[in-house]
């Protein structure tokens, strides 16, 4: 077993998936697309602004050659369908600046990946703009696409790509991975990224900070659940004592 650091924080899962080699094998896996790429950026934005408001993508790489923009998301937001679905219409929107009509020649693809789990259960769960008809037959003409990744549902069933992929990201979340358990070359790279031994002081701080933002974020949903429970409570006894009363009354 080797000790490393968790996927769930941001700063880590840049760490390893800003390395275009490792970006590149997983958005084969997932898409099956082969990207021409040289860099990945990190905490990209657009100038102008797009919507008034200052997006920021984790990952991003632009495969100018083929025409394709990938960017991946690393999620741990109540908000994450609609607020992802927020910026890949932004990434599309984007595009018309350089383009002669609404139907530019770059593709988008969006992979969300939610490392702390889901209310929903899925393990794969897909936004395809492309038109359906009414038996649900796509007619091939938008290919842009968005998708959510949530390893701790990864099951038999689990598309057999994506399967290692999501095994090892969740495989780190306890920070201890069974190395001899993946083949993949770029996820043992992965692997000996996030090894705590080669974890800057710099990435340390920045889990900390990570750390701390997310309980203080759980205390305040938890104190206004409390709340919430303690005012029903004494809602329902009020009117119990109501309706005892009334009860007590029409028995006189």
Not at 143 to 163: D, F, G, M, S, W
Not at 212 to 232: D, F, P, T, V, Y
């Amino acid at each position: 077993m080797i000790q490393v650091a968790s996927l769930r924080y941001g700063v880590i899962f840049k760490k390893a998936f800003s390395q275009p080699d490792i970006f590149k094998a997983f958005v084969k896996a997932i898409l099956g697309i082969d990207l021409e790429i040289e860099r990945v950026e990190t905490e990209k934005s657009f100038d102008p602004l797009i919507g008034k408001v200052d997006l920021r993508f984790d990952l991003f790489a632009e495969d100018v050659k083929n025409r394709i923009i990938v960017d991946i998301q690393h999620a741990r937001y109540e908000d994450h369908y609609d607020r992802f679905l927020h910026y890949h219409c932004a990434a599309l929107l984007d595009l018309i600046d350089s383009s002669k009509s609404y139907r530019p020649d770059t593709r988008v693809f969006t992979i969300v990946v939610l490392t702390s789990g889901d209310r929903h259960k899925k393990d794969v769960l897909t936004i395809d703009f492309d038109p359906k008809d009414a038996d649900g037959q796509g007619i091939n003409e938008i290919e842009h696409k968005i998708i959510y990744l949530c390893p701790k549902y990864v099951n038999e069933q689990t598309p057999k790509a994506y399967r290692e992929w999501l095994q090892a990201i969740d495989d780190t979340l306890d920070e201890q991975v069974d190395e001899t358990r993946y083949r993949q070359a770029a996820i043992k790279k992965v692997i000996t990224l996030i090894t705590k031994e080669l974890i800057t002081p710099k990435e340390r701080a920045d889990m900390i900070e990570e750390y701390n933002r997310a309980e203080l974020a759980r205390k305040e949903a938890m104190e206004s659940w409390l709340q919430g429970l303690e005012k029903g409570i004494e809602q329902g006894l009020k009117q119990g004592i109501e309706k005892g009363i009334d009860e007590g009354i029409k028995k006189r």
